[in-house]
């Protein structure tokens, strides 16, 4: 999982000279698109790269999505402030937390369109790790994100 991207796999590792420093890097192929990212093993802490959560995680990850709303601040900077740094952060327990609060937001007031694209980058990011960990298509992955935003019946 690589935060500012998406999840991917790594297709190969390679010694490369960039620099002029020699390094050995991942080519990783994202999820949903055909870009392919280099990145240096030896950084991978540094720059938010981490495995993908397990399968065993989805119960956690789907609970994330209907957990009671996050404490946001009112005030619009702080508030965006706050949901980008939860995005960089790569994490999907904190994404899927903040996927429910936002979705929850839109319906009962409404999103200004900043925070509508950051709820569908959310979205992207998340749906990109379940679509490696379930072994399916981000579409399919994306479905199981909104039919687990559902509160059950």
Do not use: F
Not at 33 to 57: F, H, N, W, Y
Not at 103 to 120: I, K, V, W
């Amino acid at each position: 999982m690589y935060a500012p991207e998406g999840a991917g796999t790594v297709l190969r590792s390679t010694e490369k000279t960039v620099l002029g420093r020699r390094a050995t890097y991942h080519e990783i192929v994202l999820v949903g698109s055909r870009m392919r990212i280099l990145v240096p093993a030896d950084q991978t802490d540094a720059i938010a790269v981490r495995p993908v959560v397990q399968k065993g995680e989805l119960g956690r990850i789907a609970a994330m999505l209907t957990e009671r709303d996050m404490a946001l601040p009112n005030s619009w900077p702080q508030r965006q402030r706050m949901e980008r740094d939860i995005m960089a952060t790569g994490d999907a327990y904190r994404i899927a937390h903040l996927i429910g609060t936002l979705n929850r937001r839109a319906s009962q007031l409404g999103l200004a369109d900043t925070e509508r694209a950051l709820l569908n980058d959310a979205r992207h990011l998340l749906g990109t790790e379940l679509a490696l960990v379930r072994d399916t298509t981000l579409h399919d992955a994306q479905s199981w994100i909104e039919e687990h935003l559902q509160p059950e019946a």
